[in-house]
């Protein structure tokens, strides 16, 4: 079994890496989604969620280059075109929404699917000792669900 010079298995490295540019992707249709709310935003709560949508673009952003960064770090190059950020895309692409709860409908839609691809990355970094890809997916996950679970109380939802 082949080691890398960060001491994981060459091939499992590779695979992960992949798997995180397809999350690297989807993350950046995220923020465009998270923008496009931000913007386009109407209505009696105009304020509250243009703020909100600004704090959480803001956090998707430094998580885009972290995203980025450990791709790196495992030895390939980050996606970085939105060429190929559309051919990935997993999370819905939003358009022309306006409607509060529209807006916070795409949130969770687009929270959820970034939650599907995070899990099969954490299998994965699991099985390849894989530790910094792990605590960063596990990190991702538990805030990411903490999000969910604020939009949905907002939409007077449950989980
Ligand atoms: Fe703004």
Do not use: C
């Not at 993350?27 to 969620?49: A, C, E, P, S, V």
């Not at 030895?75 to 051919?87: A, C, Q, R, S």
Request: glycine share 4%; hydrophobic share 40%.
């Amino acid at each position: 079994m082949a080691l890398n010079s960060i001491g994981l298995n060459t091939e499992k490295t590779k695979e992960l890496a992949n798997d995180l540019n397809t999350l690297l992707a989807n993350f950046q249709i995220y923020y465009q989604n998270l923008r496009g709310i931000h913007w386009n935003i109407k209505g009696k709560r105009f304020f509250d969620l243009h703020v909100k949508f600004e704090e959480l673009y803001t956090d998707a952003n430094v998580k885009v280059d972290e995203i980025a960064e450990r791709i790196l770090t495992l030895g390939v190059t980050p996606l970085h075109t939105f060429e190929d950020y559309t051919n990935a895309a997993k999370v819905p692409v939003g358009k022309n929404i306006s409607q509060d709860e529209k807006a916070v409908n795409l949130i969770v839609e687009s929270l959820t699917e970034l939650l599907k691809i995070e899990r099969a990355i954490l299998d994965k970094s699991d099985d390849a000792d894989d530790e910094g890809t792990n605590s960063m997916m596990s990190d991702f996950i538990t805030e990411q669900e903490k999000t969910v679970w604020m939009m949905k109380a907002w939409l007077g939802e449950t989980v």
